[in-house]
């Protein structure tokens, strides 16, 4: 649904046909869910928090001021939402990302071709980035998700959360580079191999 349409059916809407709503419900509803559910990692929070979030929007639908999308607006809403739950519940969960604008997020490349081991490694990969992704902030999240679920620009982003253009690059640019840390520390799935020459030596006590 384009920006133009969005803004005839809230004007229906606000010049008193409420059914037209709905169809601002259906355009959205499968991208605020989804992002809800890669910020909170679990379906019915991502179905609450969606619920929450068309309903602010339809009691506040008078105050969109239409200088951006109204999709823009609802994941602002979404996010909020979702900010307020994982403070509440103090936990995060696994989003999915990529590089953005070419810059090439700093992580080995482990796709391989859907055979047991490749299976295993990308089985270990998704639960070593959940890891890693449970110790950023929630504010660090929000954005990620936006920009990597919503596909929204660094300004729309910045419109979904009051923050400037390159405080949300900054942003993006440090959750990324906290996920590769932990990825490639010692004993994570990217960190240096073990050492065990050290050990064998002290346990073979010198013996030729």
């Not at 969005?6 to 010049?15: Q, Y």
């Not at 979904?160 to 799935?189: D, M, Q, W, Y």
Request: charge should be neutral.
């Amino acid at each position: 649904m384009t920006r133009e349409q969005e803004h005839a059916l809230i004007r229906r809407v606000l010049d008193g046909d409420p059914d037209q709503f709905q169809d601002l419900v259906r355009a959205n509803e499968r991208g605020v869910y989804n992002l809800a559910l890669r910020m909170l990692g679990n379906e019915q929070d991502a179905l609450d928090a969606s619920q929450e979030a068309f309903f602010r929007a339809w009691k506040n639908l008078a105050s969109f001021r239409g200088d951006s999308r109204f999709s823009v607006w609802l994941y602002r809403l979404a996010g909020n939402v979702c900010l307020d739950m994982l403070r509440r519940a103090g936990r995060r969960s696994e989003s999915s990302l990529t590089a953005e604008d070419g810059e090439e997020l700093p992580l080995p490349d482990r796709s391989r071709a859907a055979d047991p081991h490749g299976m295993l490694e990308q089985k270990e990969l998704r639960a070593a980035v959940r890891a890693g992704l449970d110790a950023l902030e929630p504010e660090f999240r929000q954005v990620l998700v936006l920009r990597e679920i919503g596909g929204l620009s660094y300004e729309e982003i910045g419109q979904a959360t009051g923050l400037e253009a390159g405080t949300v690059k900054s942003r993006i640019f440090r959750a990324r580079r906290k996920l590769a840390a932990h990825l490639t520390a010692p004993g994570n799935i990217f960190g240096p191999e073990p050492s065990y020459t050290a050990s064998a030596s002290k346990k073979g006590g010198g013996q030729k």
